[in-house]
């Protein structure tokens, strides 16, 4: 799970300054307002990890990828190729990390990662992209354990090794020039052939991108519901960027089965997503029904009928809401999820149900165990937030456990401000026309109506006379 994170000159941000990111975080601003970089941004780098070019430092996107970037003077705060992206998060593992210096024989430990990374275009007719820098720290309960960086030699494209709490001892051979970075965030594999103690940077290059193959992302733009799916019974890793294998992700979780907390009843998964979809009052019931050795019907009862139908024949927004349900329980536990716009074609009291959902997916559990979901939304729903901030006031779930941001673009450079919210579940920081000039619109309305009625009284006392 992402604990902080914090980027530079990436798109519209100058520097995000250090977000707070918590089981959910929530990003709110106007279109165009710079929310949506910080979910594309993580998108990136997990393109990163997942291409096979290991020298690729960064892999913004081709046809089929979720997000699709460009060129780096496209995405580089104000298109000017002289700046650096520079980023920075820290995130606690699924395990402790453990590992000895065969040398020295001392352990070292820790709970949480952090890591950070300076990226610029190298000098070949500025096309190719060079990590000018990049720095672990491993951390046992937010102290250090110790660190690594890697950096490039002053006026060389060579890089050379610091540490720090853990000193590397170099092999007695012909020095190995450390040249190639794996990707943004990898040691040259030349520096386990430099030193003699220095295995556990590939242990570090490897939680990072178990890191990034735990995130999922689920765009604002999602499938037309089909009335026939085909399932060949295999398990995709998520529903998909826009939901299109929703209906084969439920399919093959049939087995599963989910609790919305400690103490609380088990369910089926088809059965989860049948409640959920009811308590939103969206339907009343909701199954996959096999029509042949491969096809599948998704049927819906509607509420106020007793009869089944298709589901492209039910409300738009069941169809779009469906990809979003699913794939918050279906992630494997751990999982941090990236969504754009889940409430989008909901009516407004679907909107504010659906942060009571996104409560119980995070305290879900699955065998036994909390499933620690993490949730990242970029979101325009003031019904949406409204629901959290009542919830927090009830104690349904804590202020820790939400991390809420606002786009500021009334500033120059626009910035990210948190929105401080209180354990009764107030924001205190308000910002003026969050969720656009709602004061303004009532006592705009109110004015134009005791003028009308002005006008009125007058007309009625000229016909009198």
């Known amino acids: 799970m992402l604990k902080t994170l914090r980027i530079q000159n990436f798109k ?20 165009s307002s710079g929310k ?30 979720a997000v699709q970037l460009g060129s780096y003077q496209e995405m580089v705060f104000h298109r000017d190729p002289a700046n650096k992206i520079a980023f920075e998060y820290l995130w606690s593992l699924p395990e402790t990390l453990k590992f000895k210096d ?46 690594v960086e890697l950096s490039q030699k002053e006026g060389s494209k060579e890089y050379q090794v610091t540490p720090e709490q853990y000193p590397l001892v170099r092999k007695k051979m012909r020095a190995w020039a450390l040249k190639d970075v794996v990707r943004f965030y990898g040691f ?15 242990v570090l290059n490897f939680e990072q991108e178990q890191l990034f193959k735990s995130i999922s992302y689920l765009g604002p733009l999602r499938s037309k519901a089909d009335r026939v799916y085909t399932w060949s019974g295999h398990a995709p890793e998520s529903v998909g960027s826009s939901g299109e294998n929703t209906i084969a992700a439920i399919l093959s979780a049939r087995s599963r089965k989910i609790s919305f907390g400690y103490k609380r009843p088990v369910k089926p998964f088809e059965e989860v997503i049948a409640l959920k979809l009811k308590e939103m009052g969206l339907i009343e019931s909701f199954t996959v029904d096999q029509i042949s050795e491969q096809l599948y019907k998704v049927k819906v009862c509607a509420k106020g009928s007793k009869d089944g139908i298709d589901l492209p024949d039910v409300g738009f927004g069941v169809s779009q809401v469906l990809p979003v349900l699913v794939e918050c329980f ?7 999820i990236l969504m754009e716009q ?17 409560i119980d997916v995070i305290n879900s559990r699955e065998n ?45 450079p626009a910035t990210l401000d948190p929105l401080q919210i209180d ?11 969050f969720f656009g000039d709602e004061m303004g619109d009532i006592s705009g309305q109110a004015t134009a109506a005791m003028k009308k009625r002005i006008e009125q009284c007058g007309r009625g006392l000229e016909v009198s006379e």
């Open 330 to 336: 279906y992630a494997q536990p751990g999982s941090i």
């Open 342 to 358: 889940p409430e989008i074609h909901l009516h407004p009291s679907a909107q504010s149900a659906l942060a009571d959902v996104l």
């Open 423 to 433: 354990m009764f579940g107030s924001i205190k920081n308000w910002p003026e026309n």
């Open 368 to 412: 036994g165990a909390n499933r620690n979901i993490q949730l990242v939304i970029e979101t325009h729903s003031e019904h949406f937030l409204r629901r959290l901030q009542r919830r927090i006031a009830e104690d349904v779930v804590s202020p820790e456990k939400v991390s809420a941001y606002f786009a500021n673009v009334t500033k120059r």
């Open 12 to 31: 519209g941000w100058k520097d995000t300054g250090t977000i707070r990111m918590a089981p959910i975080s929530l990003f709110f601003g106007a279109n």
């Open 102 to 147: 065969p040398l020295s024989g001392h352990s070292f430990s820790g709970d949480s990662l952090s890591f950070q990374a300076e990226v610029g275009l190298g000098d070949n007719e500025q096309q190719s992209l060079v990590v000018e820098k990049l720095k672990y720290q491993l951390m046992q309960s937010e102290k250090q354990s110790l660190s």
């Open 36 to 65: 949506s970089s910080i979910g594309q941004f993580l998108m990136m780098l997990k393109q990163t990890v997942e291409l096979s070019d290991r020298k690729a430092v960064f892999y913004p996107g081709g046809k089929n990828s």
């Open 188 to 202: 040259p594999d030349e520096a386990v052939a430099y030193y003699q103690n220095a295995e556990f940077v590939q």
